[in-house]
């Protein structure tokens, strides 16, 4: 699924959370930052897969105050191949993981405005 924004894509989450296999997101989204947007998700579906591309460094982000823990972080630029071999490899660790049942969560700074 595709969205244009992270509200967005939250509340295409929202929607249907059981639909998705994977959240890709990057960290400077519109509305939503990807990071709160991997922690919404995380809060909902903590087995899902977060894979969060961004252009700063680990570094950076924490001089931001953006803090990117719900996931494996991608730097840019990056290599095709690596964007496969993470994607694949998360999808394999939530296929072994699949089936736990965690307590759900939704952090501050996402709405359930669906529209």
């Keep these: 699924m595709e ?11 929202l929607r249907q959370p059981d639909r998705f ?13 990807g990071t709160v ?4 998700v995380h ?7 977060v894979v969060i591309m961004t252009g700063y460094t680990p570094t950076e982000l924490l001089e931001r105050g953006l803090q990117a823990s ?3 972080l ?3 630029p990056l290599e095709p191949g690596r ?6 490899t998360a999808l394999e660790a939530e296929m072994a993981d ?7 969560q939704r952090p501050k700074g996402l709405s359930d405005d669906q529209a």
């Design 3 to 13: 969205a244009y924004d992270g509200q967005d894509a939250w509340n295409q989450f």
């Design 21 to 33: 296999d994977l959240l890709l997101t990057d960290v400077v989204m519109p509305r939503v930052p």
């Design 37 to 40: 947007l991997a922690a919404g």
């Design 43 to 49: 809060g909902l579906r903590p087995e899902l897969p």
């Design 70 to 72: 719900h996931g494996e």
């Design 74 to 76: 991608l730097t840019k």
């Design 83 to 88: 964007l496969l071999a993470t994607v694949s």
């Design 98 to 104: 699949e089936g736990r049942d965690l307590g759900r």
